[in-house]
């Protein structure tokens, strides 16, 4: 035995207490608490005291110990004429960066005044893509034919498993013996990962019992599940939008303290910035506003890496007004389902009229006029000293609570 077997020998592994009926149990929860204090010589107050009931967080979370707390503010008022979200909202943002929900607010006033934010959805379709392996090229190019004229019977394997889920196509793509199947859903209102997922498995296991293959896989990463990709920018991923808006050129100069000429030309540079980068599509902080919403309103965080990719677009309009406009192919949302029904996550939702089903639509459109309104506001902030400031103030806060006896964390 070497010395690093002896080293793994010495090492003391503890299983975190977990009770596979019981786990979210108060007495249970407890002994997790007081395991961590012990271990760490630490104690919790923030982390360990909340008035939820732990049973509520079942299947959200495993190994429950307390809750983390994030400030919670309000962007608006933000007028949204949408094919499903129409008026003005105050949009809850989830965050701890300072000076975000400001930018958010000078754009979200802006655009409020020239008469809102235009929304629609062009596409509303989630992915899954397994991969199928076979003994070789020809038995894979046969699967390919086979899933071609077998759609119908497929259809009605997925849509067994679900009530609201509906299987829109499958476009295979043959590389050599393997063949990934391009899953197409929609999923209503839910966000919808648990539902595709069991629909695709079911039916991957009802063509291994119809086409003999090797093996599959039930996720290929052809998708991109929660990471970038060039393909996602063009086909979407989720729902897909376009936004809009137009504001004349006097309300940028009294809000904005800025011209529209200013803007648009400025957006040139980033915009061959970002070619020069290769950057996927164009935009100045998609996620900031995403993260914010997902994080309030109980969404699937991490699908901050989809939704961060799209298109932002300035121009000058009627001689001297701007006009600003976002693709944004890859926002993937839900009201029901997920996070969405927790406390504080709910309370989010209702604030803007999206808890429930016939919501998803409605909550995606003011996602979008909110990312709308931060591009206009963070843009039009680096053409004057209106974007630093604000961040100088919340630093001459922040950093004063960084200090403890003289020393900067």
């Not at 400001?102 to 379709?125: C, L, P």
């Not at 079911?202 to 990709?229: A, G, H, T, W």
């Not at 961060?308 to 006009?323: A, K, P, R, W």
Request: hydrophobic share 40%; glycine share 8%.
């Amino acid at each position: 035995m070497n010395n690093a077997d002896n080293a793994l020998e010495n090492i003391k592994i503890e299983r975190i207490p977990h009770d596979s009926k019981n786990n979210y149990n108060q007495d249970v929860v407890k002994k997790r608490q007081e395991w961590l204090s012990e271990k760490t010589s630490k104690q919790y107050k923030n982390v360990f005291t909340y008035t939820e009931v732990a049973e509520e967080c079942r299947g959200n979370i495993e190994n429950f110990i307390g809750f983390g707390r994030v400030p919670i503010g309000l962007v608006g008022p933000l007028l949204v004429n949408g094919d499903y979200a129409k008026g003005v909202f105050y949009v809850p943002f989830a965050t701890t960066e300072g000076a975000l929900v400001e930018t958010y607010q000078r754009g979200a006033i802006a655009i409020t005044k020239a008469g809102g934010v235009n929304a629609f959805i062009e596409k509303d379709a989630n992915h899954l893509d397994p991969i199928f392996i076979l003994k070789n090229a020809q038995e894979a190019r046969n699967l390919v034919c086979w899933l071609q004229y077998n759609f119908a019977l497929l259809k009605k394997e997925a849509e067994s498993t679900t009530g609201f889920g509906k299987l829109i196509s499958i476009k295979p793509y043959q590389i050599g013996r393997r063949v990934i199947a391009d899953f197409v859903f929609f999923t209503n209102d839910a966000m919808g990962a648990n539902m595709i997922n069991i629909a695709t498995e079911k039916v991957c296991r009802f063509i291994e019992k119809q086409v003999k293959v090797e093996k599959f896989l039930l996720r290929s990463n052809f998708s991109s599940e929660k990471k970038s990709s060039a393909a996602n920018l063009l086909r979407g991923y989720g729902k897909s939008l376009v936004v809009e808006a137009v504001i004349p050129t006097k309300i940028i100069s009294r809000f904005l303290f800025t011209t529209s000429a200013e803007i648009a030309k400025s957006w040139l540079s980033w915009s061959l910035s970002s070619f020069a980068n290769g950057m996927l599509g164009m935009n100045a902080h998609f996620a900031n506003g995403v993260a914010a919403m997902y994080i309030a309103c109980g969404q699937d965080v991490a699908h901050v890496s989809n939704a961060s990719v799209g298109i932002l677009n300035f121009e000058i309009v009627n001689d001297d007004d701007l006009y600003v406009s976002l693709k944004l192919p890859n926002i993937i949302c839900g009201t029901i389902g997920g996070g969405t029904a927790l406390g504080t996550q709910r309370e989010c939702l209702e604030i803007l009229d999206c808890y429930g089903e016939g919501k998803a639509k409605k909550f995606a459109e003011i996602v979008a006029a909110t990312l709308l309104a931060g591009e206009l506001g963070i843009c039009a902030g680096i053409t004057t000293e209106q974007f630093l400031d604000p961040h100088k103030r919340a630093r001459s806060y922040t950093r004063e609570k960084a200090f403890v006896d003289g020393n900067e964390r």
